[in-house]
Nanobody, 122 residues
Framework: VQLAESGGGLAQPGGSLRLSCATS????????IGWFRQAPGKEREGVSC????????YYADSVKGRFTISRDLAKKMVYLEMNSLKPEDTAVYYC????????????????WGPGTQVTVSA
């Protein structure tokens, strides 16, 4: 299993970024997959996840209505569209996957990408 994030960078408050996660070594539609983030001095948290056990994607309350997760099964890609960015969205963003997972708790996910830095600042 391999995951590789891209698309991070510097954005202004109110701006947008699109993160991408290239996947390989597993069948994407059979696995739970999600985006997580970790800010300096804080614990890693689940941002948005797609699982086989949940009827719809999970979103953390802090990103609902602003972030959208999607998958392109043919390209084996996962995306996180981030709009209306806030300074508190600044963090390293990770893509992670697990064969079976419920929700978006980081400890349930075993395979992780190296992460991509997102900085929201004027």
């Amino acid at each position: 299993v391999q995951l590789a994030e891209s698309g991070g960078g510097l954005a202004q408050p109110g701006g947008s970024l699109r993160l991408s996660c290239a996947t390989s070594g597993f069948t994407l539609n059979y696995y739970a997959i999600g985006w997580f983030r970790q800010a300096p001095g804080k614990e890693r948290e689940g941002v948005s996840c797609i699982t086989s056990t949940d009827a719809s994607p999970y979103y953390a309350d802090s990103v609902k209505g602003r972030f959208t997760i999607s998958r392109d099964l043919a390209k084996k890609m996962v995306y996180l569209e981030m709009n209306s960015l806030k300074p508190e969205d600044t963090a390293v963003y990770y893509c992670a996957t697990e064969r079976v997972a419920r929700g978006c708790e980081p400890r349930q996910y075993d395979w992780w990408g190296p992460g991509t830095q997102v900085t929201v600042s004027a």
